[in-house]
């Protein structure tokens, strides 16, 4: 099954309204505050208030009209499968560049990536695009994921097990 152009192109233009700095993305009131009380009737509550757990939520509804709202979404925190996103865009990325062909293999170690959280999947993923080339992705200005001037942002500096696992600068 091909992945079509126009799904593709879909994909990485919401990635690109995410990658709005918060800076240039300031919180909406009301999302906030809905934001706010789901997390209070859901018991989560303390885990924000400890500093134990952060969000950050975007609304694409309306692609030209993004609306943001975050909690701790200004602390660094370890969230496992995170990156995974960032080896998924990477891999469309190289694709939409033509520098990688979409074939039922690769679609089936981007589903299990995604819909399994395979790390198997995701280190062999890595493999494939290249640290380098998700590096560059995240940085880029298209994308602006990650900003070491900006409190970092989501990064990809290993893979999930195996040899080669691992970025080097």
């Known amino acids: 099954m091909v992945f079509g152009r126009a799904a593709l192109v879909s994909l990485l233009g919401l990635v690109g309204v995410w990658a709005l700095p918060a800076a240039e ?13 789901t997390l209070a009737s859901s018991g989560l509550a303390a885990a924000v208030e400890d500093g134990r757990m952060a969000v950050a939520l975007v609304d ?7 609306r943001y ?7 660094m925190m370890y969230a496992a499968s995170l990156p995974k996103i960032a080896i998924l865009l990477a891999g469309f990325e190289k694709i939409s560049q033509g520098m990688m062909i979409y074939n039922p293999a690769v679609r089936e170690m981007f589903v299990r990536l995604t819909r399994f959280s395979s790390n198997t999947d995701a280190s062999k993923a890595i493999q494939s695009i290249g640290f380098d080339f998700i590096a560059r992705v995240l940085q880029s200005d298209k994308y602006r994921l990650y900003d070491p001037q900006a409190n970092g942002g989501l990064w ?8 080669n696992d691992y970025w080097k600068r």
């Open 25 to 37: 993305l300031p919180p909406d009131p009301v999302l906030q505050g809905q934001l706010q009380r």
């Open 60 to 66: 694409v509804t309306d692609p030209a009209h993004p």
């Open 69 to 75: 709202a975050g909690l701790n979404d200004r602390h």
């Open 156 to 163: 990809v500096g290993k893979a999930y097990g195996g040899p």
